[in-house]
């Protein structure tokens, strides 16, 4: 069992930076592919960046935000600048160990953190 914790959500401006951190209570981290998510209210969850040993991203986002990783210390990173009032949700952590390819979808993932809120006002 992995446990998540996500943290760094806020209130920000359009326009301001904002970097969320996800750690994982596993000593085989570098196993496992990480990925972030986000929901926004009466939406779907959907697919935002993840990263094994490269990383991949949502078209959206991509320019904008960065995932990142530290096995020595378990985390995950995502660095999100240019925040846009769409990307207004309710951001999540997960996490599956690495089967090859990097998980876009989260059905493909077994585990997931508590979310961070993160609110852009125009």
């Known amino acids: 069992q992995v446990q998540l914790v996500e943290s760094g959500g806020g209130l920000v401006q359009a326009g301001d930076s904002l970097r969320l951190s996800c750690a994982a209570s596993?000593?085989?981290?570098?196993?496992?592919?990480m990925g972030w998510f986000r929901q926004a209210p009466g939406k779907v969850r959907e697919f935002v960046a993840a990263?094994?040993?490269?990383?991949v991203y949502a078209d959206s986002v991509k320019g904008r935000f960065t995932i990142s990783r530290d096995n020595a210390k378990n985390t995950v990173y995502l660095q999100m600048n240019s925040l846009k009032p769409e990307d207004t949700a309710v951001y999540y952590c997960?996490?599956?160990?690495?089967?090859?390819?990097?998980?876009?979808?989260?059905?493909?993932?077994?585990?997931w953190g508590q979310g961070t809120q993160v609110t852009v006002s125009s």
């Open positions: 997960a996490a599956r160990v690495f089967g090859g390819r990097v998980g876009v979808r989260p059905y493909e993932y077994d585990y």
């Open positions: 596993t000593r085989t981290f570098g196993s496992y592919n």
């Open positions: 990263i094994m040993w490269g990383a």
